[in-house]
Nanobody, 121 residues
Framework: QVQLVESGGGLVQAGGSLRLSCTASGRTFSNAVMGWFRQVPGKEREFVAIISWNGGTTRYTDSVKGRFTISRDNAKNSVYLQMNNLKPEDTAVYSC??????????????WGKGTLVTVSS
């Protein structure tokens, strides 16, 4: 059974930083796309960042460009999201996801349950 488990969420003041981690088990994703999404209660899930199988290509939603960095460690079957200069509007449940294809245009098939990030003003 494939599992994606996130960690690293918490409460931080505006301007602060957090680093989210996601480790997969049950399947290797070293040749597959991985990404981060977020959701605020009552709103639709939003794409945040995505990274290709070898880390060579990354994409971000406009609102986090220059502040967030996605990275991965295939040896650890893990993906990370470094979040700097956090803003109250970044408050959400952050979930990692993984696909079966290698590129950043591959769809996601597996999802974690999420970790809550709260940014106070």
């Amino acid at each position: 059974q494939v599992q994606l488990v996130e960690s690293g969420g918490g409460l931080v003041q505006a301007g602060g930083s957090l680093r989210l981690s996601c480790t997969a088990s049950g399947r290797t994703f070293s040749n597959a796309v991985m990404g981060w999404f977020r959701q605020v209660p009552g709103k639709e899930r939003e794409f945040v960042a995505i990274i290709s199988w070898n880390g060579g290509t990354t994409r971000y939603t406009d609102s986090v460009k220059g502040r967030f960095t996605i990275s991965r460690d295939n040896a650890k079957n893990s993906v990370y999201l470094q979040m700097n200069n956090l803003k109250p509007e970044d408050t959400a449940v952050y979930s990692c996801a993984a696909g079966r294809g290698p590129t950043t245009y591959s769809p996601m098939h597996y999802w974690g349950k999420g970790t809550l990030v709260t940014v106070s003003s």
